[in-house]
């Protein structure tokens, strides 16, 4: 091949771009950082520039590469300078048998405070003994009351065994006064532990105090060194904290005014990515923030600062609604708690009134006001719920709030009365119920009828059917569904029972006295259609008589009631405690207290039971939750729960 050796070479184009950058005769790999490519002379002069052994630690522990680069024995003048040249004068020389970089990971790196074992980043408290102590007064109070001990420095006789502890022991480099006329100095009391037993065991063995020193000689003389070392670098640490809190004071301050002449919050500041980053790096490394640093940075700074406020301003604003619509709810079960109303629909349907909307919509100022100033001595101020003491007492407020309930309940009465056949009723009678009111008027949602198997169908009053929400389906899937009158249906089952049970406590149901007067009655209703005689209240009549295809009750006295109760009366409501999804009904399931009814019954009347199948002792018999089903679908046509 020819070459025209007067021809120049073609000039060398720099690679500037970092992806292009590979190492000759290196395979194509991972793209290396630029660090890696700095040459070791000049990484070493920039590394002499840096603040304290820190930095270059942070540096090594960059990649591999560096960590290896700067690790090797014979670069250690890099860490010997830095420790040198400190921002803080004084840092001594590690002890021999240190290496420089384990030497600053022992002075720099973060650890466990010793008391409470949160990670803290602050310098060992004690050097000596190695204890971290973390922000916390606790901590260091604990650490003095529980932790330390006051081991002997100079007792008067030195052939005490006082005399021979104190060579051995670690006594602490924090000057704390010793107390008054004393020769007392701290230790950690598990070193004065574990010193006294290692000398009482050499004694004990018959050995002499002299045995126990020449065993200890290496020890005591590398403590008494370690201690002389642990002082200077104690003092030294506390330089370190004071020039560190001046930093931090400075860099606030420089902070604070820059806040004030660029129009910026001060937390909105602080809280900035891009400013944050800044402002901890120099903290760190001991140095104040000037305005040159920050002048390139102002323009992303506001960018990210006018972000960060229409991020709180959402935030806020969503906060403010939750609590407002928690206060809402809250209004509500005060509305049902306090019967004052006729009904009180569903939460979902009450958050849809005029009022409550406009309410539940409307944007108040924020719960929450914090202080810009961000002054010591200011705290976070709460401001009182304005809507939930409006709810309370605004006369206005509740007057609409009630005028909307009425048009609502008089909606739902019209509804109902032309689903059990009286449309448009109207009377001006004040003693005549609606038709829907009344006792004998019952309803069932055809939406659980398409429950799960799990899933009760529950005849309800007028009442009941308003505050209905269906059971056993998904939450999604119900916060879709809206309350409508037309999910409801007649009971007829239910409305036949009742009439005839009516019928035969010689009351009307279009008056208004006659829920009253039905309750004084009792359990007092015999289901004629069972085979075992069961006697239940009013109210359970609508749900027992699904039990039968045409149910026949009769109205007995009360000692005939009494005399079937066998002192266990049906308590209401029972069957929904038991079987709802809560740790309460888990235990009651569980636990053995079942009866069944039918075959208790079938010893009081024999003559209507149906034979037994087994010789057991029906009354007594008792059985977990789970046992019963089990037990009705063996033995029983129906059943009545015993609790």
Known sequence: ??????????????????????????????????????????????????NSPQDVLSVARCNKHLRATLLNPSNRM????????????????????????????????????????VST????????????????????????????????????DPETKSHFLRKRLRYL?????????????????SDLIKTTEEYNQIIARGQSQDDYLQLFRTDIRRQRQVLEHAKVLYRWS?????????????????????????????????????????HRSRNTCLETISKSDVHLLLTKIDAEILSQVENKERRQKTHAQQIRRADIARHRDRLVEGKNHLVVPILAEFRGFPIIKALQDREDASPFLYDTTRSP?????????????????SKLIGGMINNDLKKWTDTALGAFDAMIGQPNWKCASTRVLHPAERVTARFICILCRKTPKYATIESLDFRGACAHQCAGHPKKAVAKWKWKADHFVPDQKAI???SQALALAGLRAEHRETKVNIGLIGARFLCKSCDSPIVMDFQRLAGHCHRHDSMQVALVSMAEAHALWAEHPYDAGSFASYTSRTNKAEEMRQSKTFGCRHCQHRNVNPETAQPLRN??????????????????????ASSLFLP
Not at 624 to 636: I, Y
Request: net charge positive; with cysteine; charged share 25%.
């Open 615 to 636: 010789t057991g002792d029906h009354v007594e018999r008792r059985f977990a939750f789970n046992g019963l089903v089990s037990h009705a679908k063996e033995k029983c």
């Open 496 to 498: 036949d029972v009742l």
């Open 238 to 278: 506390d330089q370190w904290r004071r020039r560190y809190r001046m930093t931090k004071k400075s860099n606030i301050a420089f902070t604070r005014e820059l806040a004030v002449e660029v129009g910026w919050n001060l937390q909105d500041l602080l809280d900035n990515p891009t400013y944050r980053s800044l």
């Open 121 to 156: 980043k602050r310098m060992f408290y004690s050097f000596v003994a190695r204890v971290r102590i973390c922000g916390k007064h606790d901590c260091h109070k604990k650490l003095f009351e529980d932790h330390m001990a006051l081991g002997h420095a100079r007792p008067a």
């Open 173 to 189: 480099d924090i000057p704390v006064t010793p107390l008054p006329g004393s020769s007392y100095l701290y230790c950690l009391r």
């Open 78 to 117: 890099i860490w010997r300078r830095a420790r040198r040249h400190c921002i803080v004068p004084g840092l001594p020389p590690p002890l021999p048998g240190w290496s420089e970089s384990a030497y600053a990971a022992f002075i720099f790196d973060a650890g466990t405070c010793y008391i409470c074992g």
């Open 1 to 50: 091949m020819l070459v025209n050796e007067d021809a120049s070479p073609p000039e060398k184009r720099q690679k500037l771009d970092l992806h292009e950058i590979v190492r000759k005769g290196e395979p194509t790999g991972p793209v290396l950082s630029r660090l890696d490519l700095i040459p070791l002379e000049i990484l070493a002069e920039i590394l002499s520039y840096v």
């Open 377 to 393: 001595t200011a705290k976070q101020a709460k401001t009182p719920r304005a809507l939930e003491f409006e709810l309370k007492h």
